[in-house]
């Protein structure tokens, strides 16, 4: 649609000149972002005409104006030129692309120059202050042979992909990754059904981009200078294609930062599905000022370090020795807390190398941003002379930061310390760097010395004491004479100005030095430019042995911060059993409830593996069922990304993936149930567990009857017993303790509750898991502590009372019925009768018997 259709005006006359360029524009952008929003300079304000004046007024909140012609208007809302990035940020943060056409001349009398400066979208700006400190992934999804995901951040220059044989196994990536904007193959986003359901899982901005082969493979070449043989089909290499055209074009052509593509299998990590993910709050907590496991491992001094950490932490390991590289690169720096400290303290002053290699690779790197560049690079000799004598992958850290060419010496020898924000400025070039620039400055100095001795000179001269020689932007260089003495003025001056009680005037050699001046001034910031990009050309040669060093800087803050966290809050090294051999944990505690509850959180051993590959588990809400399995849960997978964890002692295997189901959710924007989206996870987590998965499972079932429940949990414990994944299943369904003696390596577990005595109603929690299935739920207690109505609470234990025996006779009659008469022996009927007595009478509890 050409722009000139969505500017809404009124009347039929042709536009005014300056909105024909408004529409020329917009209709550039459009090409490639159909649906951006130009912000158009005019004088010292951006402003946006028609229907997109409408969308900013409505998402920044500005006022609606007009923008009139004799015989046409159009909507009008503007911005000033200052609040520019505060207002990219909000739109950003809505979703909405931004195109920024600056001016590129002075105000004259005709129609100035205006040409689109930047093109800004979520997933592809790379200025710091329109980034957070995470990564920032524009993301493409193509199809062929499955899924094909490319991922880049145009910040950093990361770029991978990665294929996929299920679209569940695509969602999850996507889900951790946490892409900002998505391009969607139009297989895909021509499909009504597809497209909706990406939609409803995935909060993010849908941008069109071509998928062409032809153009991708062209993409690819012009990028890294071949088509990698790593992209194996057709489907990568669109995805792949696809991603570098997008970015491309919203960088006007730069993408120097890119320099490789790593493929990523996804079956060469633990596998993380997204359920599993925000269950165990890796990265989101569930309650609005809860806490997650990145905010308790989050000891990084870099921002680079927090990405790497979130980087592990999304994809655990399954190489052993990888495992233990990492783990001895730890205990190094846990039993040397000097050396730890003062790794630490150096990384707390390096800025962000991975980003500032990035800007320095596209040339676009700032004054300030050089300088901090220099910053950190000065301290790469500390950090290399610090791990003298480590190995492992602190060896190769060091020698990542010790083959780093000595660039230092010249940003030193060529910036001022402080330099300016801009390049232009003036003042950026240190003195004695380039001859004619000191030259330059020179020649300008002594005009400024005859200037400051103008005034004294002049005062001798004439005889006024308090003549002033003084400066506006309006009048330049003048000499400034007060009434009583202006019959004193020598013929020489010109006034130029009259005042209230002054008046103002020049002479011929003023204006003459002021044009020098200016001239000298304008040569020195032209050559002061040229030197910043000759140096910052010099500095792009070096981008990737930069980008090499911020990759080491970040490996080395996640290690030490693992060392920290596990120095301070007393973590111990795990130890890596045979595949599929036990895990087995003594006196564990949960990382973050641990952090929040201090010395009153209560450990507990866990054990799965030959003593029995699955636990049942019972008791009380509130007894700490779900802390105790998300412990294993969280202890498994940081183990698997090389940390230390929160334990006494720790024995682990290698689990392919963590499946989890816990606490109730429901998709409401998709019609979907809470017991749907429960039964769509279980049906995940049956399909891919293995007998080499950590599986955890809270109540199964609870979102339908209680018959359907027990049914459905009861059967997938023996699909998971028949598979061999390790298991840790809570429950409410006493009936399922009774599969103890039925499935081998099945044992019973509880959190210990006790009632207060003289049936006061109280409960006392001990947070203690204690072999044997638990007597009762104590719900009815529970809804007391949770303030229930008396009046409620009491009828509720009088109707499960009746319930309860209901519910005994309802399980005689089961047991009767299942019965084979014929094959009692005499004995054993006197047995059963016995036992039916005694559960009559109280004497013994009916659903652990």
């Known amino acids: 649609m050409r722009a000139q259709n969505v500017l809404k005006g009124t009347g039929s006359g042709a536009l005014p000149p300056m909105l024909e360029q408004y529409v020329r524009l917009r209709d550039e952008v459009a090409e490639g972002l159909p649906h951006a929003l130009l912000l158009f300079q005019v004088g010292d304000f951006y402003e946006t005409f028609g229907e997109d004046a409408e969308r900013a007024a409505r998402i920044l909140g500005l006022a609606l104006t007009h923008k009139s012609s004799r015989d046409f208007s159009t909507p009008m809302a503007g911005m000033p030129l200052r609040a520019l990035d505060s207002h990219v940020e909000r739109l950003l943060a809505a979703g909405v692309c931004v195109a920024v056409a600056d001016q590129f001349e002075e105000p004259g009398t005709g129609l100035m120059e205006r040409k689109v400066a930047q093109l800004l979208t979520p997933g592809t700006v790379t200025e710091e202050r329109h980034l957070g400190a995470d990564e920032n992934y524009l993301a493409a999804v193509a199809t062929g042979d499955g899924y094909a995901l490319a991922l880049l951040d145009v910040s950093t220059g990361e ?47 849908l941008s069109p981009a071509t998928f062409d082969e032809g153009q991708s493979r062209d993409a690819l070449t012009l990028t890294l200078g071949e088509v990698p043989p790593s992209l194996s089909s057709a489907a990568l290499v669109r995805a792949c294609g696809a991603v570098l055209g997008y970015a491309r074009m919203t960088q006007q052509g730069e993408l120097n930062m890119v320099r490789r593509v790593v493929r990523f299998e996804p079956g060469a ?107 950190t690079l000065d301290l790469l000799p500390e950090v290399t002379a610090l791990l003298a004598g480590q190995g492992g992958l602190l060896g190769g850290v060091r020698e990542r930061l010790a083959g780093l060419p000595d660039v230092v010496t010249r940003i030193r020898a060529a910036l001022v310390d402080e330099p300016p924000i801009r390049a232009g400025e003036g003042g950026l070039i240190r003195d004695g760097f380039h001859a004619d620039l000191d030259a330059l400055r020179t020649e300008a100095l002594s005009h400024r010395a005859w200037l400051a001795e103008l005034e004294a000179t002049e005062r001798v001269r004439t005889g006024i004491g308090n003549l002033k020689v003084g400066f506006t932007g309006v009048f330049g260089y003048y000499l400034e004479v007060t009434g009583p003495h202006l019959s004193k003025v020598p013929a020489d001056y010109r006034q130029i100005a009259t005042l209230k009680d002054r008046a103002r005037f020049t002479r011929p050699d003023l204006r003459e030095r002021e044009r020098e001046i200016a001239r000298l001034e304008a040569a020195a910031s032209r050559l002061e430019l040229e030197v910043f990009t000759e140096l910052r050309a010099g500095l792009a040669a070096h981008a990737e042995a930069l980008s090499d060093a911020a990759g080491a800087l970040s490996d080395l803050d996640v290690l030490a911060a693992l060392a920290e966290v596990a120095a301070e809050a007393g973590w111990i090294r795990p130890e890596t059993t045979e595949e599929g051999g036990e895990l087995r944990l003594t006196q564990a505690r949960h990382p973050v409830v641990e952090r929040s509850l201090g010395g009153r959180f209560v450990p507990n051993d ?80 049956l399909h891919g567990a293995t007998a080499r998965s950590l599986v955890i499972l809270d109540e199964i079932g609870r979102g339908t009857s209680t018959l359907d429940g027990l049914a459905i949990a009861q059967a997938a414990l023996e699909h998971l017993h028949a598979a061999g994944a390790q298991t840790l299943f809570a429950t409410h369904y006493f009936e399922l303790t009774r599969l103890e003696g ?108």
């Open 269 to 375: 990590h633990m596998r993380l599905p997204d359920a599993a993910v925000r269950a165990l709050e890796l990265f989101q907590a569930q309650a609005p000022q809860g806490r997650t496991l990145t905010d308790v491992l989050c000891q990084t001094r870099t921002a680079g370090g927090r990405r790497r950490l979130r980087a592990w932490l999304r994809a655990p390991l399954l190489d052993e020795l990888s495992i233990r590289a990492r783990l001895d690169s730890v205990e190094a720096l846990t039993r040397a807390p000097d050396l730890r400290g003062s790794v630490r303290a150096l990384l707390y002053r390096a800025h962000d190398l991975e980003r500032l290699a990035a800007r320095v690779a596209t040339r676009r790197a700032a004054p300030r941003e050089v300088a901090a560049l220099a910053r």
């Open 159 to 205: 770029f991978r992909c990665a294929a996929f044989h299920t679209r569940l196994a695509l969602y999850d990536e996507l889900s951790r990754c946490r892409a900002r904007e998505v391009l969607l193959a139009p297989e895909l986003s021509g499909n009504a059904a597809l497209l909706a359901d990406f939609q409803a899982r995935f909060p993010v901005m």
């Open 742 to 849: 039925e499935l081998p390596g099945l044992r019973n577990l509880h959190v210990a509750a006790e009632e207060d005595a003289a049936g006061s109603g109280g409960l006392t929690f001990y947070h203690q898991v204690v072999p044997g299935a638990a007597r009762q739920s104590y719900g009815v207690e529970v809804a007391r502590l949770a303030g229930l109505p008396g009046p409620v609470t009491t009828r509720a234990a009088k109707l499960l009372s009746a319930l309860s025996v209901q519910g005994d006779d309802r399980k005689l009659t089961r047991e009767l019925a299942a019965l084979d008469v014929g094959r009692l022996t005499p004995l054993q009927a006197l047995e059963l009768l016995h036992r039916w007595q005694r559960e009559a009478r109280g004497e013994v509890d009916a659903v652990s018997s």
């Open 606 to 685: 866990v054990t799965l593996g030959e003593a029995g590959r699955l636990v049942l588990l019972t008791g009380p809400n509130m007894a700490g069922k779900s802390t105790y399995l998300r412990t294993a849960a969280l202890c498994a997978l940081l183990h698997q990304i090389g940390s230390f964890v929160p334990a006494d002692r720790a024995e682990l295997p290698i689990y392919d993936a963590v499946h989890t189901r816990i606490g109730a959710s429901d998709d409401l924007a998709g019609g979907r149930s809470t017991f749907m989206v429960e039964m769509s996870e279980l049906a995940a987590i």
